[in-house]
Nanobody, 125 residues
Framework: QVQLVESGGGLVQAGGSLRLSCVASGRAFAVYAMGWFRQAPRKEREIVAA????????FYADSVKGRFTISRDNAKNTVYLRMNTLKPEDTAVYYC??????????????????WGQGTQVTVSS
């Protein structure tokens, strides 16, 4: 069983930056692939970024490519999402997710086994 706790969300002006953190409880964090998703009001949950268990493979949605960076520190059981040049359309609840596996990364919500409670990111224009 893995429990995920996100933090770092908040209110920021357009063009600003935030860093989200997701701390995982339990052992063997290093064998879990991780992902960041977001869900805006009246929209489906969508993949933002994903990272393999080793950190060697990453994926970014086109909408955030070049602005967001996903990384992980297996010694701290933590995955990060650095968000730069934020836009109002980035406003959403951001969720981290975990899936046990030695594969590359995973993009679909159904591929993940564990989810955090979410953290709100609001970008004002």
């Amino acid at each position: 069983q893995v429990q995920l706790v996100e933090s770092g969300g908040g209110l920021v002006q357009a063009g600003g930056s935030l860093r989200l953190s997701c701390v995982a409880s339990g052992r063997a964090f290093a064998v879990y692939a991780m992902g960041w998703f977001r869900q805006a009001p009246r929209k489906e949950r969508e993949i933002v970024a994903a990272i393999s268990w080793s950190g060697n493979s990453t994926f970014y949605a086109d909408s955030v490519k070049g602005r967001f960076t996903i990384s992980r520190d297996n010694a701290k059981n933590t995955v990060y999402l650095r968000m730069n040049t934020l836009k109002p359309e980035d406003t959403a609840v951001y969720y981290c997710a975990a899936r046990r596996g030695y594969g590359s990364y995973y993009l679909a919500t159904y591929e993940y086994d564990y989810w955090g409670q979410g953290t709100q990111v609001t970008v004002s224009s």
